[in-house]
């Protein structure tokens, strides 16, 4: 079956939109990614340090939606308990588990080191990068979407 290029998007954005409004992680780790873009404005960061953030933030959101999408297939295919269903969830998990202490650690490494050098003067020096302010206003989007269209999918399946 040819998909067109917009209806190829819009199953990827239900998809994310999905996964952020049934996995309580996922809540968490997206909200603690716009938290932390959201800091980074105001830290005197060189190309490297974004690209560790970015990169810790983005990996964080992908293994707990390809964990969110594991779970779905085996579910699918058995609601009763199975050694190769563990398995299939378990490594799953265990992927999001190491996306996130990655992330813990660019943050100790990266950004930590960033605040205690910080003085006020660089609160006033907001670096409006155009990607930067791009990403995080497609995270602020998706919560809000996510948010507004909780209601109307209650009690329904919604797109899915
Ligand atoms: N069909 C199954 N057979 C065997 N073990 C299972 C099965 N389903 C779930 N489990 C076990 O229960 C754990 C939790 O599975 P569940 O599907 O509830 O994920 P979850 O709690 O929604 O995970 P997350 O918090 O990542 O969303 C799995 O990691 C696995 O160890």
Do not use: C
Not at 30 to 47: R, W
Not at 53 to 80: G, Q, R, S
Not at 86 to 94: R, T
Not at 123 to 150: A, D, K, Q
């Amino acid at each position: 079956m040819r998909r067109s290029l917009k209806e190829s998007f819009s199953y990827a954005f239900w998809g994310l939109i999905y996964s952020l409004r049934t996995q309580r992680n996922m809540k968490i780790h997206f909200l603690a990614g716009i938290g932390v873009l959201t800091l980074s404005l105001f830290l005197p960061f060189n190309g490297y340090d974004y690209l560790f953030v970015f990169f810790a933030v983005a990996l964080v959101i992908i293994t707990e939606m390809i964990n969110t999408a594991i779970e779905a297939t085996v579910d699918l295919f058995t609601k009763d308990y199975h050694r190769l269903a563990k398995i299939a969830k378990d490594v799953a998990a265990g992927a999001v588990l190491l996306a996130a202490i990655n992330s813990i650690g660019v943050f100790f490494l990266v950004i930590i080191p960033k605040i205690k050098g910080l003085s006020y003067l660089n609160l006033y020096r907001i670096r409006l990068y155009p990607f930067h302010i791009l990403l995080l206003l497609i995270g602020l989007l998706f919560l809000l979407y996510t948010f507004l269209s909780y209601g109307r999918s209650r009690g329904g399946r919604g797109h899915f």
